[in-house]
């Protein structure tokens, strides 16, 4: 049984910092490219950023320089640390792999 559980997510105001982490269950996670996406309010489910069991990273534009993904093969965890958060970051933020899915955590960024 696979399982992904979030954890972190909160009110923050703008220009301020969340650490987003995600556990996962199961023999799949040191295998395996993990991903955070985010879900808005009317918008898709988009893709934040990734890491490949070999620590290679990748972003999408709005968040370069901004998110930093990391992962630790030993705790089974992948951590999202967002920064200079702004208003339209706001949303839902999932961690995914191997097709499963957590169950989400929500950021709100507001004053």
């Known amino acids: 049984q696979v399982q992904l559980v979030e954890s972190g997510g909160g009110l923050v105001q703008p220009g301020g910092s969340l650490q987003l982490s995600c556990v996962v269950s199961?023999?799949?996670?040191?295998?395996?490219?993990m991903g955070w996406y985010r879900q808005a309010p009317g918008k898709q489910r988009e893709l934040v950023a990734t890491i490949t069991p070999a620590f290679s990273t990748t972003y999408i534009d709005s968040v370069k320089g901004r998110f930093s993904i990391s992962r630790d093969n030993a705790k089974k965890m992948v951590y999202l640390q967002m920064n200079s958060l702004k208003p339209e970051d706001a949303a839902v933020y999932y961690c995914k792999a191997c097709g499963f899915w957590g169950q989400g955590t929500q950021v709100t960024v507001s004053s």
């Open positions: 199961g023999s799949i996670f040191s295998l395996n490219t």
